[in-house]
Structures are given as structure tokens and as C-alpha cells.
């Protein structure tokens, strides 16, 4: 289930074909149907085999991503998906299978587009006639005829995720997971509707942490028990938390992955010496086979390999730096090949910790600020007045984003609670990114992020997320023997006392502990730029030895002078030395990318 686009234009359908062949992929099942004024093709993913349509009569059904129905993917999933939608409608199919994805399916005259309920997986759609839409931003952007510079949506992308509907390629939007697209091929007609989505919490208000452990638990079985018949699954660990919570649920149901870790030369690729060494050792204590990824990379790259790297993998190549080893692992490098990957990410399980904010009423400015801190007391935009620019755009983007959740967020007086629901919600469009790209190779679950089991994590009460403390019981009631090997987590390595549950450091752990916090308190007082320049120093210092700093050196450089001297970002900026190289290279990614449409198109 790598990818799929739908059009009405057959001119315009053989068009996204041959892109889609030039890139490397595969067809997987093609349909037009000049009567009734549609065209399809979906594409095998790039590493494994599999099927991703299913016809039912002179209906059908296509995805993208991963479908999981009864244990079962491909045929049988979409299968059962159709079964469920025809039957109850599209939330019925929703609640019936676990997944990130995007679905077309055509019931009669009408073809519904849609994704999981999270909006994790992206599905992007121009109403222009002749209508298009896709799971690939370039392919929908290739049948753009009209373009208009977006410099802020390019901006906002780039540093902060998409938060709205809008794309920044003109005309494009991206679904939310409280939206679908309906199709009328009577008429040919595209509109777009709401659908309803309401929040999946605990059934009951417990009097103790372990009351909510309890029920959580059973939901994480539930799904990880979905999983039982997959043939081989790989884990891409860490020495984390998250994976570890990820793993005791494998493990709980006598699952043994593949773990992975993969292994980088700059911070472009973000990735520890600590957390190679403790995904090796949990690999050893559980008899469980160890993978290390060579994900290194030349950067920074020449036009003619990011050419290339766009052309195969369209504005994925923007990830982990576009290193073309990572590329090369994921798309078919390693062997044997996992059938399902899974990630440990959850913006519920996150140790950015909203709700330690001071218990007070928030407005919605409140909101923006925080969700654009990194760069609001920076000296990134040209003037004071790209900043207040640059801010509505974002309150906007945001409140349009709020507009399609579960969650009423008011201009002024929200509770802390509502704020933090709020901000995770958030977290999980702009986070998600990967989601889409994993699955272009094989299927890919980031569990605790599908909606089944984040919705609980976000209604928790407050004093059992401190610590840790709920999210280290789960782990304790599924395999207390996790706890086994140490932790990495937040720059902290630390034990965990298997009775008690507490965190226990060693002499050496306290000392490094005892420095971050420091560090920290003296960046708190720091003014901005001076606080910069000596994270820029101490994070010199802390990098790990495989880390080569002349290379994050080169291009830093390059991919700003490419900005600075773009002319889509004309006048916008003063300095981009306050945004970290990850962004900074998705800013340069993203501009080389448009202009490879451009490019292909005139």
C-alpha cells in the first residue's frame, strides 16, 4: 500500500502514471472508467510484495498505508473495511480495523476518500477541475496548473509541520481525519464534509493510578493481539521509554521482533551511541534479533542527487536529511525484510510535559505563542513585522485545525486540561510525517499514536502522568521483565526498581543529571541570542563521537545561503542561525522540490 491517486482526467491520470513509474514504483491495480468519469492507480510498496485494492462487484476499494482487520492486511482487511462501511457507515470502518491510512472506496455512484481518525496518514486533494486527489502532495501538485508563491506555508512546514488544510502548493489541501471527500460520479461533483469524531477516553473516573493502568492495558492487547498473524515484525528501538512500552506489549503476547537501530554521521539523522548500545543489550537479554541500519549520508548534496531523490521519493526525501543510506535500508536494504514495522512515537507519551504548565485559564494566543516558541524570541524574520505576519497565519492555521477535533477550544478561558488536549492534538498532525513515509516501503504502526490507544493517554489525569508513573505501570502490567535493562530517555540514562517502580541512577547518572538540569537553569536566564550560540556549544560538546560536525557545518552553510538567496523567500529573513539544521533542511528540501515542479510543468 505505498501509494494511490485518483483523478477525472485521464490526460491527467497518465500523467501521474508515468511519474509514478519514472520513481521506481510498481502498479499494483489501474481502473478508468470513461463513463462514469474516474481513474485510478495504486502502487505495491517499494520493499515488500503486497496487494492494496479489492473488488466487490463493481465496487472497490484502495489504500495506502497499513489496514489491519481481524489479524489480517491486503485483500482480507479491505475486505472486511467494505463490509463495515456498506453496511454502518465510514466511523463503523474506522472503529473495525486499526491502522494509519487512506482509503478510496466507491459504494455505487459515489467514491469516498478518507483517513484514519487521527488525519496521521496524509491524503491530499485539489477540487480544481479536473478534480485529483492523492496520498503524494507532489503528484496532486504536478496537475496544478496555477501557481502563487506561499512563503509562510513553506515556513510553517518546514519548522513546525502542516497544522492547516492548505499546502504550500497553491490550490492543494490536505484531509483532516474529521473530513472525507465525496465524489459523485453522476455528476462528477467533489465537496468535502465533516465527519463527526468524539473523543475515546476511559470509561470511568478512578479513584488510582492503577484503575486507569487496568483498563489501558486491555485496550493495548487488544491491538497488539491484531498482530499475531503477521509473519515478521520489526521494532525501530530505542533506549527510550516509548519503544520500551512498545516492546512489553510484543513481548506480553509472546511476539519477538526483529530491533532495530539505525546509525547516522550527522544530526540529521539524530541518532545516540546510548541508544545503540541499550537496543543491543535488550536484543541480547531477550534472545532477540539485532539489526544495526547504516543510515550515514554525503550530505550536504549536490542538485543532481537531490534531483535524483525527488524524483524517486517526491517531498519524503526531506527525511531524517535524505540520506540516501537510510533510503537505501528502508527500500529493500535490509534483509530478511520485516512484512510490519513499528515505532514507538506518541505525542500522549511525550516528554515536552503541557500539562506542567502553571493551572491557570488560557486563551488562544496562549496556544500560538507556545506552538511557535522555538523562533518567537529569536531574530529569525527580517522585522517585527514578517513576526506578527507569521504569528496570524499560525493562529489561523490553528484554529482552523481545532475546528475538525473533538476538542472546544475557546478564544479565552480554556482549563489547562483542555489546553493540553489541545496542544497534543495538534502534535499529532505536524509529528506524524513519517507515518506516510515508512509506509512507501513495507507496513508501518506507530501504535500509541492510532486513535484507539492515544485518546485514553490525552484524558489521564494530570498527577499520574509526573514521573512517568502511569506510562511505567503500563509497561510493569504487561512484561515487568522490561525493566530488565536500563533506560535512555530525555538525555537521562537511569534503572528501574522492578517493585517499586522508581528511577534509580548511578553515581555517574547523577552527575550527568545533575549537569543537564544545570544547563538547563542557565539557559532559562540566558538572553536569546546569547542563549543560542551556547547551545550551539553545548551541544558541540555532548554530540556523539560518530557525529562528524564538519559535515552539520557544510550544510548548515549551504542550505542557507540557498534560502537567503531564494526568491520565494525574499526579505523574509534576517538570520536562520537559531533553527536547528533538521528544519533548516526541510526549508531547502521543500523550496528544491517546488521547483522541480515548476520545472517539470512548464
Same mark, same amino acid.
Given at each position: 500500500?505505498?501509494?494511490?491517486?485518483?483523478?477525472?482526467?485521464?490526460?491527467?491520470?497518465?500523467?501521474?502514471?508515468?511519474?509514478?513509474?519514472?520513481?521506481?514504483?510498481?502498479?499494483?491495480?489501474?481502473?478508468?472508467?470513461?463513463?462514469?468519469?474516474?481513474?485510478?492507480?495504486?502502487? $505495491?510498496?517499494?520493499?515488500?510484495?503486497?496487494?492494496?485494492?479489492?473488488?466487490?462487484? !463493481?465496487?472497490?476499494?484502495?489504500?495506502?498505508?497499513?489496514?489491519?482487520?481481524?489479524?489480517?492486511?491486503?485483500?482480507?482487511?479491505?475486505?472486511?473495511?467494505?463490509?463495515?462501511? &456498506?453496511?454502518?457507515?465510514?466511523?463503523?470502518?474506522?472503529?473495525?480495523?486499526?491502522?494509519?491510512?487512506?482509503?478510496?472506496?466507491?459504494?455505487?455512484? %459515489? =467514491?469516498?476518500?478518507?483517513?484514519?481518525?487521527?488525519?496521521?496518514?496524509?491524503?491530499?486533494?485539489?477540487?480544481?477541475?479536473?478534480? %485529483?486527489?492523492?496520498? &503524494?502532495?507532489?503528484?496532486?501538485?504536478?496537475?496544478?496548473?496555477?501557481?502563487?508563491?506561499?512563503?509562510? #506555508?513553506? =515556513?510553517?512546514?518546514?519548522?513546525?509541520?502542516?497544522?492547516?488544510?492548505?499546502?504550500?502548493?497553491?490550490?492543494?489541501?490536505?484531509?483532516?481525519?474529521? *473530513?472525507?471527500?465525496?465524489?459523485?460520479?453522476? !455528476?462528477?461533483?467533489?465537496?468535502?464534509? $465533516?465527519?463527526?469524531?468524539?473523543?475515546?477516553?476511559?470509561?470511568?473516573?478512578?479513584?488510582?493510578?492503577?484503575? /486507569?493502568?487496568?483498563?489501558?492495558?486491555?485496550?493495548?492487547?487488544?491491538?497488539?493481539?491484531?498482530? @499475531?498473524?503477521?509473519?515478521? =515484525?520489526?521494532?525501530?528501538? +530505542?533506549?527510550?521509554? !516509548? +519503544?520500551?512500552?512498545?516492546?512489553?506489549?510484543?513481548?506480553? *503476547?509472546?511476539?519477538?521482533?526483529?530491533?532495530?537501530?539505525?546509525?547516522?554521521?550527522?544530526?540529521?539523522?539524530?541518532?545516540? $551511541?546510548?541508544?545503540?548500545?541499550?537496543? *543491543?543489550?535488550?536484543?541480547?537479554?531477550?534472545?532477540?534479533?539485532?539489526?544495526?541500519?547504516?543510515?550515514?549520508?554525503?550530505?550536504?548534496?549536490?542538485? $543532481?542527487?537531490?534531483?535524483?531523490?525527488?524524483?524517486?521519493?517526491?517531498?519524503?526525501?526531506?527525511?531524517?536529511?535524505?540520506?540516501?543510506?537510510?533510503?537505501?535500508?528502508?527500500?529493500?536494504?535490509?534483509?530478511?525484510?520485516?512484512?510490519?514495522?513499528?515505532?514507538?512515537?506518541?505525542?500522549?507519551?511525550?516528554?515536552?510535559?503541557?500539562?506542567?504548565?502553571?493551572?491557570?485559564?488560557?486563551?488562544?494566543?496562549?496556544?500560538?505563542?507556545?506552538?511557535?516558541?522555538?523562533?518567537?524570541?529569536?531574530?529569525?524574520?527580517?522585522?517585527?513585522?514578517?513576526?506578527?505576519?507569521?504569528?496570524?497565519?499560525?493562529?489561523?492555521?490553528?484554529?482552523?485545525?481545532?475546528?475538525?477535533?473533538?476538542?472546544?477550544?475557546?478564544?479565552?478561558?480554556? &482549563?489547562?486540561?483542555?489546553?493540553?488536549?489541545?496542544?497534543?492534538?495538534?502534535?499529532?498532525?505536524?509529528?506524524?510525517?513519517?507515518?506516510?513515509?515508512?509506509?512507501?516501503?513495507? /507496513?508501518?504502526?506507530?501504535?500509541?499514536?492510532?486513535?484507539?490507544?492515544?485518546?485514553?493517554?490525552?484524558?489521564?489525569?494530570?498527577?499520574?502522568?509526573?514521573?512517568?508513573?502511569?506510562?511505567?505501570?503500563?509497561? !510493569?502490567?504487561?512484561?515487568?521483565?522490561?525493566?530488565?535493562?536500563?533506560?535512555? &530517555?530525555?538525555?537521562?540514562?537511569?534503572?528501574?526498581? @522492578?517493585? +517499586?517502580?522508581?528511577?534509580?541512577?548511578?553515581?555517574?547518572?547523577?552527575?550527568?543529571?545533575?549537569?543537564?538540569?544545570?544547563? @538547563?537553569?542557565?539557559?532559562?536566564?540566558?538572553?536569546?541570542? +546569547?542563549?543560542?550560540?551556547?547551545?550551539?556549544?553545548?551541544?558541540?560538546?555532548?554530540?556523539?563521537?560518530?557525529?562528524?560536525?564538519?559535515?552539520?557545518?557544510?550544510?548548515?552553510?549551504?542550505?542557507? #545561503?540557498?534560502?537567503?538567496?531564494?526568491?520565494?523567500?525574499?526579505?523574509?529573513?534576517?538570520?536562520?542561525?537559531?533553527?536547528?539544521?533538521?528544519?533548516?533542511?526541510?526549508?531547502?528540501?521543500?523550496?528544491?522540490?517546488?521547483? @522541480?515542479?515548476?520545472?517539470?510543468?512548464?
Amino acid at each position: 500500500m505505498s501509494q494511490w491517486h485518483l483523478t477525472k482526467s485521464k490526460t491527467k491520470h497518465d500523467k501521474l502514471s508515468s511519474i509514478c513509474s519514472n520513481s521506481g514504483l510498481n502498479t499494483c491495480n489501474t481502473e478508468t472508467n470513461e463513463y462514469l468519469g474516474y481513474n485510478i492507480s495504486s502502487y $505495491k510498496k517499494r520493499a515488500i510484495d503486497n496487494i492494496n485494492y479489492v473488488n466487490i462487484g !463493481d465496487d472497490w476499494v484502495y489504500s495506502a498505508g497499513t489496514v489491519i482487520s481481524n489479524g489480517e492486511v491486503g485483500r482480507p482487511a479491505l475486505s472486511d473495511l467494505y463490509k463495515y462501511i &456498506s453496511e454502518d457507515g465510514i466511523n463503523s470502518g474506522r472503529k473495525n480495523i486499526i491502522g494509519h491510512y487512506a482509503v478510496a472506496i466507491k459504494l455505487g455512484d %459515489t =467514491i469516498l476518500c478518507f483517513t484514519d481518525p487521527q488525519g496521521a496518514f496524509q491524503l491530499y486533494y485539489s477540487t480544481e477541475q479536473p478534480w %485529483t486527489v492523492s496520498t &503524494s502532495l507532489r503528484l496532486v501538485g504536478q496537475c496544478n496548473d496555477a501557481w502563487e508563491p506561499k512563503p509562510l #506555508k513553506i =515556513i510553517e512546514t518546514a519548522i513546525h509541520g502542516q497544522t492547516g488544510e492548505e499546502t504550500f502548493i497553491s490550490n492543494v489541501r490536505r484531509l483532516y481525519g474529521g *473530513q472525507l471527500l465525496r465524489i459523485e460520479l453522476s !455528476d462528477n461533483s467533489i465537496s468535502k464534509e $465533516k465527519i463527526p469524531i468524539e473523543m475515546s477516553g476511559f470509561c470511568d473516573n478512578y479513584n488510582s493510578c492503577q484503575g /486507569y493502568v487496568s483498563e489501558y492495558t486491555k485496550r493495548v492487547r487488544n491491538v497488539f493481539n491484531e498482530l @499475531q498473524s503477521i509473519d515478521s =515484525i520489526g521494532l525501530n528501538t +530505542t533506549g527510550g521509554i !516509548d +519503544t520500551r512500552t512498545v516492546l512489553a506489549a510484543l513481548l506480553d *503476547q509472546n511476539i519477538s521482533p526483529r530491533l532495530m537501530y539505525g546509525v547516522g554521521n550527522s544530526a540529521l539523522t539524530n541518532t545516540r $551511541k546510548k541508544d545503540l548500545e541499550i537496543s *543491543q543489550d535488550i536484543a541480547k537479554h531477550f534472545n532477540l534479533e539485532f539489526y544495526k541500519m547504516n543510515w550515514s549520508g554525503s550530505q550536504p548534496h549536490s542538485s $543532481k542527487m537531490l534531483r535524483s531523490q525527488f524524483t524517486k521519493y517526491g517531498f519524503h526525501y526531506r527525511r531524517y536529511g535524505g540520506s540516501e543510506s537510510f533510503f537505501k535500508e528502508f527500500d529493500g536494504g535490509m534483509s530478511p525484510y520485516p512484512t510490519l514495522h513499528l515505532g514507538g512515537f506518541s505525542p500522549a507519551f511525550t516528554t515536552k510535559k503541557p500539562w506542567g504548565k502553571e493551572n491557570k485559564k488560557y486563551s488562544l494566543n496562549e496556544l500560538v505563542d507556545d506552538y511557535i516558541s522555538r523562533i518567537i524570541n529569536t531574530n529569525m524574520f527580517a522585522d517585527s513585522v514578517k513576526l506578527t505576519e507569521y504569528r496570524e497565519h499560525i493562529k489561523n492555521q490553528i484554529r482552523e485545525a481545532l475546528s475538525y477535533s473533538p476538542i472546544d477550544y475557546q478564544k479565552h478561558g480554556n &482549563s489547562l486540561d483542555t489546553y493540553v488536549k489541545a496542544k497534543l492534538f495538534l502534535n499529532i498532525r505536524n509529528q506524524a510525517g513519517f507515518v506516510t513515509t515508512f509506509n512507501q516501503f513495507s /507496513y508501518y504502526l506507530s501504535p500509541f499514536l492510532m486513535k484507539e490507544l492515544n485518546d485514553p493517554l490525552i484524558t489521564i489525569p494530570f498527577k499520574y502522568r509526573e514521573n512517568n508513573e502511569f506510562q511505567l505501570r503500563v509497561i !510493569d502490567d504487561l512484561f515487568n521483565d522490561a525493566f530488565t535493562i536500563r533506560i535512555y &530517555s530525555s538525555h537521562e540514562e537511569f534503572n528501574i526498581n @522492578q517493585k +517499586t517502580l522508581n528511577k534509580e541512577y548511578s553515581f555517574i547518572n547523577k552527575i550527568d543529571k545533575m549537569e543537564s538540569n544545570f544547563t @538547563q537553569t542557565v539557559g532559562e536566564v540566558l538572553p536569546a541570542p +546569547t542563549r543560542s550560540l551556547a547551545e550551539k556549544v553545548y551541544n558541540t560538546m555532548r554530540s556523539d563521537s560518530g557525529k562528524n560536525p564538519s559535515i552539520d557545518h557544510k550544510v548548515r552553510l549551504e542550505n542557507t #545561503k540557498y534560502i537567503l538567496d531564494h526568491p520565494m523567500m525574499e526579505n523574509y529573513f534576517s538570520t536562520l542561525s537559531d533553527i536547528d539544521l533538521n528544519r533548516l533542511n526541510n526549508m531547502k528540501r521543500i523550496l528544491f522540490g517546488i521547483e @522541480q515542479i515548476n520545472n517539470t510543468d512548464s
